[in-house]
């Protein structure tokens, strides 16, 4: 197989399947081979691996591995948040996913799925305009969150379901997703007058590498091993989810590895410290997501707030038939407004026809209009 790159700096690579239950192992144990897997693994994480294992590079890995070797692949890649998905294509279920999975993870199942079989498979069975979608109430798909609605309308719409919408839930916290039919349209003036509190998400890559340009800032460990400062994963009703990074040492008095130490008074559980395998930014930032994610999960089964979720964003404007100028910005995705989006010096003078503006989300990008051309539920900004 190809070692083929996805969205998100995914790998494939094969390796055995790793059993769901004790039940599966028992029915296939006699079998005369052991049933094969597809994994989706961060390029980082199997850098490192290959490392341990004793390879020079990875293309010497991938070259010469043997199955047996990478055996517990999969367990260590997604307890360090590097694992996408594992495909089983002669067991059920096909798919084994991380307990908690990113909208990285998600798109690069999505580009896996179109270029396998059974992609094929479930584009046939999907009806294009459902009368009721999946897991449906009524019309519509209920999902926890607006944010994790729009990694399940990228998905579906991937596969093939047109006119999908996504949209807070009245004044609830859930979003629900939603075929768009042409009969009914929904009206920015229909929209609730939010006065909820901002559930505050930090861009994990952009919170890495903080961290590790501040980590002369801290205290000294006994060993002096380096400390960042104490610096916000997320913030609501002034609480924090703060999170500090320890330079761990090898025995060449090298930077070897980090610890990452997590406070989340949000939730008010017990302090948690995670080690990483390497020291790069990426793998920083897959460990900040995790857990900002795992940190949310458990918030919302217990809430009883009424919360504007506010996500980190790209804010794009496209001038003259092609030029894209980028730039960050914040988003609020219950009232849909675009706001602190951050100026990029000395570009006016040369540019003339404004063609197009968006932002990207994660795993989805969305036209973004001046608020007084609002009319149906659009992003907008001030």
């Known amino acids: 197989m190809e070692n083929k790159k996805l ?9 055995y399947a790793q059993w769901e239950n004790d039940k599966e192992w028992e029915t296939n144990r006699y079998d005369d081979e052991r049933p094969t897997a597809i994994l989706a693994v961060k390029e ?35 307890t360090a948040a590097a694992l996408a998905f594992a495909y089983r294509p002669t067991l059920v279920p096909h798919f084994q996913f991380p307990d908690v999975m990113t909208a990285e993870m998600a798109q690069a199942l999505v580009e896996f799925m179109e270029s396998e079989p059974i992609y094929e498979r479930i584009t046939k069975a999907l009806p294009q305009n459902p009368v009721k979608p999946f897991a449906a109430i009524g019309d519509n798909i209920i999902v926890p969150s607006v944010e994790q609605g729009r990694v399940v309308a990228s998905f579906l719409s991937a596969l093939g379901v047109e006119a999908l919408m996504v949209s807070p839930m009245g004044d609830e916290n859930r979003g629900r997703i939603w075929v768009n039919t042409g009969d009914a349209e929904v009206s920015a003036e229909d929209e609730p007058v939010t006065s909820g509190i901002p559930f ?7 919170l890495a590498i903080q961290l590790c340009g501040s980590l002369e800032d801290g205290p000294v460990t006994e060993n002096g091993e380096r400390c960042s400062e104490y610096l916000d ?7 924090a989810f703060k999170v500090q990074l ?19 008074d949000i939730n008010e559980t017990d302090c948690q410290l995670v080690d990483t395998k390497g020291t790069s930014v990426e793998e920083i930032a897959d460990c900040l997501k995790l857990q900002q994610n795992m940190a949310f999960s458990q918030w919302e089964k217990t809430r009883d ?3 504007e979720v506010i996500v980190p964003a790209k804010f794009v404007s ?36 404004l063609d197009e503006e968006y932002i990207v989300l994660p795993g989805v990008k969305e036209a973004v209009i001046p608020q007084d051309e609002r009319e149906n539920g659009e992003y907008w900004y001030r």
Not at 47 to 63: I, M, R, T, V
Not at 200 to 206: E, H, K, Q, R
Request: aromatic share 14%; charged share 30%.
């Open 233 to 239: 994963l997320m913030t609501f009703d002034g609480k």
């Open 200 to 206: 505050i998400f930090a861009d994990c890559t952009g």
């Open 7 to 15: 969205t998100g700096g995914f790998l494939l690579i094969e390796s």
């Open 246 to 264: 320890i330079e761990r040492k090898g025995n060449d008095g090298k930077p070897s590895y980090y610890s990452i130490h997590f406070i989340d």
């Open 305 to 307: 707030e009424n919360v």
């Open 44 to 78: 980082w994480f199997l850098q490192k691996f290959a490392e341990e294992s004793g390879y020079g590079s990875l293309d010497e890995f991938f070259g010469d591995y043997t199955w047996e070797t990478i055996d517990s692949l999969q367990a260590e890649a997604e």
């Open 318 to 353: 496209v001038w003259d038939g092609g030029t894209l100028i980028e730039a960050g910005c914040k988003v609020n995705l219950k009232t849909k407004e675009v706001f602190d989006i951050e100026v990029v010096e000395d570009v006016a003078d040369m540019l003339d026809t």
